[in-house]
């Protein structure tokens, strides 16, 4: 056997070696990737042609013109050439908690912190066990205590009352978590075998679908007081809580059901042949897997959700839009809308970046786990 | 001879408007040992799915140590608890740690306390040789290692009666000896066990009957010998040339 020739940098053939650097770094990349083509590098510099135009005067009105003080006449004297943020300063408070007594602010403030902590806490896979339910029970039973107050010297004060960002978390945080067991439940009966529990689902299903959220929200605040019993009695707030869940259930049935769909029918099989009976089965072999297929799309209808939630205003429930609107209603200062938007729009895509971004970490996290 | 534990008489099925069980009669006696064949699409799965009541059939009788297979409420589950089943993909539980795929049924079905459970499925784990992966999940396992998981979680049940649908044909070459060990020490125990498989050598070792199966219809049962030496119809040696090496 020869010996190798010299211990250099070309190493033996057959040898598993690195592979080699690829060409250029940066700016082969930028060359690539932005100029490639004649029509990608016309394409790349209308678009810096765009920025280069629109950047300046954007900055400008945004930051530069702009008035941050609550100065209405320091507003009015801009003539709208540059963004009078003073209205946020004047009205942020109204904006964020509506009409909750202003003197009671660090009560929905609390509220919504709890709230966001949980949901932040819940994020995690590590968290996805039993405790974690308890945990969601105290921190609704904080929330409700905070808000509505009553008890330990916190004056009462009625959901009526209730506004702005702790408004719009907690319908989005009930929707999502009492859709989910009614749409899981709504799936599985539109798989069932039974044919009429299959022929209820269903339709369920499919008219929920094919209505828009507004009718459903026009129907729970209009319609559910006549319909429900006199002791079931609920307030407009817990009236389109139920109409939202009621609405959100019928998309929830139909993404459980993509992940049952997705799995193999082996699966069901094996456990009916050790002799499981058929709930469970569900329980404790598709469920399990079928949901956690799904957990990305679950994050998707949570970010819809979220921002459907903007809706409940056309039956006066003052969420952060509604508190908005609260907040424009004043004749000094309803000139100001745009910034007021933005104000509220900052937030909503905040909160969505949030999401989108946990969504992606968490699909990385959950199908390199699966290869465990 | 004794009862049989396996009794199928005039059985019939359909899917749609197809044909796929013509008139099957069968007889298994207990610890008797079964290879079913024939070409595919002949009926094999179909046949043994009938037996746990995977697949319902139509027409006719089928007996499962003394309980028929009716649409009677609960009778599936009663079969169901006398016959364990291992199939070609072995679709073990992938969310669950090997030795939590052996304990489920046992914890859910039969209502073992969980210390129970799993010194019985730790036995099992090493009857096939692979309690050392007990804490892996499915997906951490090669092909052998996982069907021989799936034997073990279907003795988990103690089941009299094991059904195997071709239980080596989705397996690297190299991974189907660990798998027909197992099988054939199960056989040695003196299992009764149905088995479909292309498998000649493990039929011609461990079977005391071979089934030939064409178009739905049972062709031709034979001791192994008589099968592999003296085929009788046109149909069998025409598959035999097929599978065997020549
Ligand atoms: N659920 C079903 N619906 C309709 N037809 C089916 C179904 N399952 C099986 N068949 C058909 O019935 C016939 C018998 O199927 P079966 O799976 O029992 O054959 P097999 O002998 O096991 O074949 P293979 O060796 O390929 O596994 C085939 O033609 C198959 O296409
Ligand atoms: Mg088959």
Known sequence: MAAPSAAGPSAPAGVARPPPPRPGGARAWLRASLFGSPSSAAATLLLLAGLAWLLPRALDWLLFRAVFRADYEACRALEYTGACWGFVAEKHRLVLFGRYPWGEHWRPLLATLILVATLALSGHPRAWRRGLLAVWAVALAAFVLLMRGGVLGLSRVESGSWGGLPLTIILTVVAMAASLPLGIGLALGRRSRLPLLRAVSTLYIELVRGVPLITVLFVASFLFPLLLPAGLRLDALGRVALGMTLFQAAYMAEVVRAGLQALPRGQGEAAAALGLSTWQAQRRVILPQALLLVIPNFVNSLLSTFLDTSLVTVVSIYDLTGALRLALGDPLWRNFFLEGYLFVAAIYFTCCLAMSRYSRWLEGRLSSGRRR | ?246
């Open chain 2, 1 to 246: 001879m004794a009862e049989p534990i396996i009794q199928l008489t005039g059985v019939n099925k359909w899917f749609g408007s197809f044909h796929v069980l013509r008139d099957v009669d069968l007889s298994v006696a207990a610890g008797e040992r079964i290879v079913v064949c024939g070409p595919s699409g002949s009926g094999k799965s179909t046949l043994i799915r009938c037996i746990n009541g995977l697949e319902e059939h139509q027409e006719g009788r089928i007996v499962v140590d003394g309980v028929e297979l009716t649409d009677e409420l609960g009778s599936v589950d009663r079969v169901r608890r006398e016959v364990g089943m291992v199939f070609q993909q072995w679709n073990l539980f992938p969310h669950l740690t090997a030795l939590e795929n052996l304990t489920l049924a046992p914890t859910q079905v039969l209502k073992l306390p969980r210390a129970e459970a799993e010194e019985r499925a730790r036995e099992q784990l090493r009857r096939v040789h692979i309690e050392r992966h007990a804490d892996k999940y499915p997906g951490q396992l090669s092909g052998g290692e996982q069907q021989r998981v799936a034997i073990a979680r279907a003795l988990c049940m103690q089941p009299r009666i094991m059904l195997f649908d071709e239980p080596t044909s989705a397996l690297d070459p190299e991974m189907v000896k660990e798998v027909l060990d197992a099988m054939l020490e199960l056989a040695q125990g003196g299992m009764t066990m149905l088995v479909v498989t292309h498998e000649m050598g493990f039929a011609r070792s461990v079977a005391d009957r071979v089934v030939f199966m064409d178009q739905g219809r049972i062709v031709e049962q034979k001791a192994p010998r008589e099968f592999f030496g003296n085929p009788e119809h046109e149909r069998t040696r025409d598959f035999l040339a097929k599978v065997l090496p020549r």
